[in-house]
C-alpha cells in the first residue's frame, strides 16, 4: 500500500510544476484525500486513448501538458512513467540506418 507521506509527496510536486497553490495537509491519513480532490479540483479528467486509465490532465507552469493517474496506487503520478501503451505516443521515432 502506498503510505500517506508519498501521496503528500505527489501533490507537492504537481503544485510545483503548476503553480497552483497547496492545499494545507493536516492529518495522518489525509494526504491520499488531499491528493484526490485536488487532482478532481484542478485537473481535466480523461480517459488514456492508450490504455484507457482514468487520467487528470494538468499543464504545467512551462506550458507544456502532462497526464495523471486519477486513482489507486498510483494515483497522482504521471501517466507518462506508468502508461503501458506509452511507446505509441512517444516522439522520438527510431530510424534503422
Known amino acids: ?3 500517506p507521506e508519498e501521496f503528500a509527496e505527489r501533490l507537492r510536486s504537481i503544485s510545483r510544476l503548476t503553480d497552483i497553490p497547496l492545499p494545507a495537509i493536516a492529518e ?3 494526504p491520499k484525500h488531499r491528493l484526490e480532490e485536488f487532482l478532481d479540483e484542478h485537473g481535466d479528467y480523461a480517459q488514456c486513448s492508450g490504455c484507457k ?3 487528470y490532465w494538468f499543464q504545467h507552469a512551462s506550458g507544456k501538458k502532462a497526464p495523471y493517474v486519477a ?6 503520478v504521471n501517466h507518462f512513467i506508468d502508461c503501458p501503451a506509452s511507446a505509441r505516443f512517444t ?7
Open 1 to 3: 500500500m502506498t503510505a
Open 28 to 30: 495522518e491519513g489525509e
Open 53 to 55: 486509465t482514468h487520467i
Open 71 to 76: 486513482s489507486g496506487e498510483n494515483m497522482g
Open 91 to 97: 516522439k522520438i521515432h527510431i530510424i534503422d540506418a
